[in-house]
């Protein structure tokens, strides 16, 4: 039997589907294992809903059992669940006053120049209304675009555009009032272009991203070559780091108004290998590391999972991603490759290393990579240097060919010049990679530069090699004054750890003022 789990907690900020088992084809375990896989295609979100949350009566576990469908974040048949979920797909805009919305969509025809696509129409599906009061925008489906002089891998010129929006609120029950904690809602985006190709239904409609009659929208791969620009309209509170799958970016940020800004975002498209690993669970005492870890991983739940006769696959969850990948890491496999992806969103957590990220009212970076797995948070500074963490398989599917690395770095210089303390000098930098051993490796390409306005720092490596290096970025003063012309760094602040119980739920919370989340209390 092929089982897939999910645990949703309290805990999680995003709530994110995960794929049906059959994605992985002949790699599945043919016996009970535990273990995790990655696929970018598991992202794919067309369609708005609300979905109020339930702990059963008594639990102590954390796990939302208890599942009931809204019409709306303020609809009264989900005002006595414990924690409210929505996603919101943004629609295209339709008025200059529109803050929440897809601007336009450019594709570069066969000469690589870059051309708007026109609207053609809303997938179908539930809209759900916006709610002034809990600041949650109004949600429709993936919007398709025309480009007609960009034709895709299935000769047509169609594209769809999905910017799927979410929002979570961790104590709605009882709360008689919805903007500030701890009524108000967690919130993040993701954005993502696909091209798209029709076909028949061929008995089920899992491998179509939606149904039109008898029509089946399955993606397609972009042209070679194929270069993409996405313009959204959208809250300036979703700021601070965004993370993308794609490659050789460029980054523009516009203030709209006091509430929204401006972005685009122009890149290529890129592919990410599935990822896997698993352990039979007959062969699980050879693993004593693995088992400790799925203690702590699954809780609870762990003694259940050693005995029970199904695979556990705990599937593509952002926030364990790294930890599943470093506790099977001499195990992980590629599958197939995931092609053409081209995406970006909100990361799960905050930089670290310097008060420079408290700032959240810009955008101040986005991290780009091909990597199946990466580290949630935005990158840490830590003496002197920006390092990022990402993984992947040493090895694509066929087991001989070099899984290569490709990793942007788009970074705000008013954000570089306040971690180092710089003037208004340019700024110059240094990538490089460390692998698991603690050796440099040879970048193939390394490309750094600075846009004329002096607003945004280019950093680039590429080719370098897995399972799981570590990118670190250090940066530099291009025709320094004397040390008594520079602006002092700002000194970071210490930061302590705490551990928090709700029940049989530790948290672990590092933070300059760490305090426990709701609910739980300090161990």
Same mark, same amino acid.
């Given at each position: 039997? %092929? $089982?897939?789990?999910? @645990? ?71 005002? +006595?669940?414990? @924690? ?12 200059? +006053? ?27 599906? /539930? ?6 009061a809990r600041k949650v925008p109004a949600g429709g489906s993936a919007s398709v675009w025309h480009a007609k002089d960009s034709l895709n891998s299935a000769g047509l010129d169609e594209y769809a555009v999905s910017v799927s929006t979410t929002f979570q609120n961790y104590q709605n029950k009882g709360c008689t009032q919805y903007v500030t904690a701890p009524c108000g809602f967690t919130s993040g985006f993701r954005a993502r272009v696909f091209p798209i190709a029709h076909g ?13 009659? +008898? ?50 975002? /122009? ?30 991983? %699954?809780?609870?739940?762990? $003694? ?6 199904? *695979? ?6 952002? /926030? ?22 081209? %995406? ?72 570089? %010049? ?20 603690? @050796? ?44 008594? /012309? ?24 590092? $933070?300059?003022?760490? *305090? ?8």
């Amino acid at each position: 039997m %092929r $089982a897939r789990v999910i @645990s949703i907690f309290v805990v999680v900020a995003l709530l994110i589907p995960i794929t049906s088992a059959h994605s992985l084809g002949s790699v599945w375990p043919a016996v009970p294992s535990i273990g995790f896989s990655s696929s970018d295609n598991s992202l794919v979100e067309t369609k708005s809903y609300v979905t109020g949350l339930s702990f059963p009566a008594g639990a102590t576990t954390g796990l939302y059992s208890e599942r009931v469908t809204c019409n709306s974040v303020d609809d009264l048949a989900c005002s +006595q669940v414990n @924690s409210i979920f929505a996603q919101a797909i943004l629609p295209p805009c339709s008025t200059p +006053q529109d803050e929440m919305c897809v601007e336009s969509l450019e594709v570069t025809d066969a000469s690589g120049v870059l051309h708007k696509a026109t609207l053609g129409y809303e997938a179908p599906g /539930e809209r759900i209304p916006a709610s002034k009061a809990r600041k949650v925008p109004a949600g429709g489906s993936a919007s398709v675009w025309h480009a007609k002089d960009s034709l895709n891998s299935a000769g047509l010129d169609e594209y769809a555009v999905s910017v799927s929006t979410t929002f979570q609120n961790y104590q709605n029950k009882g709360c008689t009032q919805y903007v500030t904690a701890p009524c108000g809602f967690t919130s993040g985006f993701r954005a993502r272009v696909f091209p798209i190709a029709h076909g028949a239904i061929t008995g089920s409609s899992e491998t179509c991203l939606w149904t039109e009659a +008898q029509d089946c929208i399955r993606a397609a791969d972009f042209s070679a070559g194929a270069r993409v620009a996405l313009t959204l309209r959208i809250d300036n509170s979703l700021t601070g780091f965004l993370f993308g799958q794609m490659k050789n970016v460029n980054l523009d940020v516009k203030p709209l108004s006091t509430s929204a800004n401006l972005l685009r975002v /122009e890149a290529n498209p890129i592919d990410v290998p599935k990822i896997y690993a698993y352990v039979a669970k007959s062969d699980l005492s050879k693993y004593p590391k693995i088992i400790d870890y799925w203690k702590e991983r %699954r809780q609870q739940l762990a $003694a259940d999972d050693f005995t029970s006769p199904n *695979t556990i696959d705990t599937g593509p969850a952002p /926030e364990w991603a790294m930890s599943d990948f470093l506790a099977f890491e001499d195990l992980v496999k590629s599958a197939e490759l995931v092609t053409s992806i081209w %995406r970006f969103g909100t990361q799960s957590g905050t930089g670290s290393g310097s008060p420079c990220y408290a700032d959240k009212s810009k955008l101040q970076g986005l991290v780009t990579t091909n990597a199946p797995t990466y580290f949630p948070n935005p990158p840490t500074f830590v003496n002197g240097e920006l390092i990022y963490k990402v993984a992947g398989a040493h090895y694509l599917q066929d087991g001989v060919t070099l899984f290569k690395g490709s990793y942007d770095l788009v970074l705000r210089t008013d954000f570089a %010049r306040c971690l180092y303390g710089f003037t208004k000098a340019p700024v110059q930098a240094k990538v490089s990679v460390v692998s698991t051993d603690g @050796s440099v490796q040879d970048i193939a390409s390394e490309i750094i530069r600075e846009d004329d306005a002096h607003e945004w720092l280019y950093l680039s490596a590429k080719n370098f090699t897995f399972s799981s290096p570590t990118i670190k970025v250090k940066l530099s003063q291009v025709g320094a004054p004397a040390a008594a /012309e520079k602006v002092p760094a700002a000194p970071a602040k210490k930061t302590t750890t705490i551990t928090c119980v709700k029940g049989k739920l530790t948290k672990k919370v590092t $933070a300059v003022k760490a *305090t426990c989340p709701t609910g739980y209390k300090k161990k």
